[in-house]
């Protein structure tokens, strides 16, 4: 099974609206991860998370880390196009980082 | 500062031929890890090198080598080419060990 779960695999929500996307791991998180890719191109770090609680914002985009429940998530607020791509987490196992599968969002008019 | 940089971009081989894959890092960086990305597999991890020394390997068969030069630079060699390495390749270059990666633009590899 994979280390890391993303949930869900895959989200189309309308311009304008919330939504959040989860990363679950099932051991022990010391060190988290997001990244966005657009498709077929590099991962573009977005933030990295490291105490159990830490929250860190950019621009609309808000990502937590719960250590406890091993689990991070993300948030977008207002989602604009620009926001379309696939949004991975990433584990810090001591390098390399290990990923989930992804998210792929996509966002309408 | 330039981004992390990789050559070529695309490329197009034949089963039971060779390539070698370039990744320039970000100025300064001496960390430089590789990745495979695949629909199914997702992003798995092939190697780490720091200071010219791979310190980290990934679960991949002997086919697959790599090397750092003094400069960080890196290149990937993939040797006896199989149509399971189709793949982005993905070079991600940090500060030092353990710092945050930042990735560039990829090379597509379709084996034929």
């Known amino acids: 099974s994979q280390e890391l779960e993303q949930s869900p695999q895959s989200l189309i929500v309308q311009e304008g609206k919330n939504l959040t996307i989860n990363c679950t791991s099932s051991?022990?998180?010391?060190?988290l991860y997001w990244y966005k890719q657009k498709y077929g191109e590099g991962l573009i770090f977005l933030m990295m998370l490291q105490k159990g609680g830490e929250e860190k914002s950019h621009e609309k985009i808000t990502a937590k880390l719960d250590e406890k429940k091993q689990q991070s998530s993300l948030h977008i607020t207002a989602s604009q196009p620009s926001h379309a791509g696939i949004y991975l987490c990433g584990a810090d196992r001591d390098t390399p980082l290990v990923f989930g599968k992804g998210t792929r969002l996509s966002v309408i008019a | 500062k330039a981004g992390v940089t990789q050559t070529p971009r695309y490329l197009i081989k034949t089963r039971g031929q060779q390539v070698t894959l370039s990744c320039s890092p970000i100025s300064g960086h001496r960390s430089v890890s590789w990745y495979q990305q695949t629909p199914g597999q997702g992003l798995q991890f092939l190697f780490e090198?720091?200071?010219?020394?791979?310190?980290n390997k990934g679960n991949f068969p002997g086919r697959f080598s790599g090397r750092q030069f003094s400069n960080s630079r890196s290149e990937m060699n993939v040797s006896t080419l199989e149509l399971g390495d189709s793949a982005l390749y993905l070079c991600a270059s940090s500060l030092g060990r353990r710092e945050t990666q930042y990735f560039g633009p990829g090379t597509r590899l379709l084996v034929l």
């Open positions: 051991k022990t998180l010391y060190g």
């Open positions: 090198y720091f200071s010219e020394t791979q310190r």
